[in-house]
DNA sequence: TTGACATATGCTCATATCGGCATACGATAC
DNA sequence: GTATCGTATGCCGATATGAGCATATGTCAA
């Protein structure tokens, strides 16, 4: 699932494809990519269920499927404390209660 | 950056560096890897930003620099919607409007 | 200085991955 | 039926990536 991701020209046709379903060639065009490549990248985007297809006519349609990102975005939230504001200001917090217990706990 | 984190020891070492800054053979010992292959994963790491490097004696202290990972988090953010139980509550809200708005519109 | 320790780097091999091209396959149109 | 469109797949060559091993580099201890 990350590697999936990992390749910026998949990340490319998942952004595309957040726009709506989209039959092959239409990504072929919005990305500027060789069609066996599109059709390669959306093999590979299947296989790790972020994307689904749908036969209408002699069109494939794709579509996202985000709940497959979850895992990702569940992994790289344990880290989100760095960034987050919210963690900040408990951090804020947390220093404060550490000043108060070394102010009258034993010495250091 | 993705492409850092796709390979999954890089993950397991960043894992273990969330419960604090560790010397290379820390890792080591925690993971079960080769040396030399953790000092590779670091390099990986520390060029992407995500893990900062501090010299200690003739130990190389490595710690998480969660920040780096924010990029994912905001992009994978996107398709939150995917999942999200507050958007799940939004789009029934606009399924409602929509019912309502075929109610006393035009045909079909 | 010499030696042991901690880490980084270089080399080689095996494997994976991507692009480009040709082509196969399925569905529709004529 | 045959032609054509839309898409998938197979093959090739180039490049990247990871493991394993040896070794270089830097730091401290004696």
Known sequence: MFNAVAE???RAILDVLAGGEQPVNDLVHA????????????????????????????????RLNGNALKP?????????????????????VLEDLKQKEEGHGSDE
């Open 72 to 92: 990702i975005h569940d992994w790289v939230s344990t880290y989100e404390r760095a960034w987050s504001e919210r963690f900040d200001a408990l951090d804020d």
């Open 8 to 10: 910026p020209r998949r």
């Open 31 to 62: 990305l500027g990519l060789a069609q066996p490549q599109v059709s390669k990248h959306l093999r590979v985007l299947r296989e790790v269920g972020v994307v689904d297809v749908r036969d209408q006519g002699r069109q494939r349609m794709y």
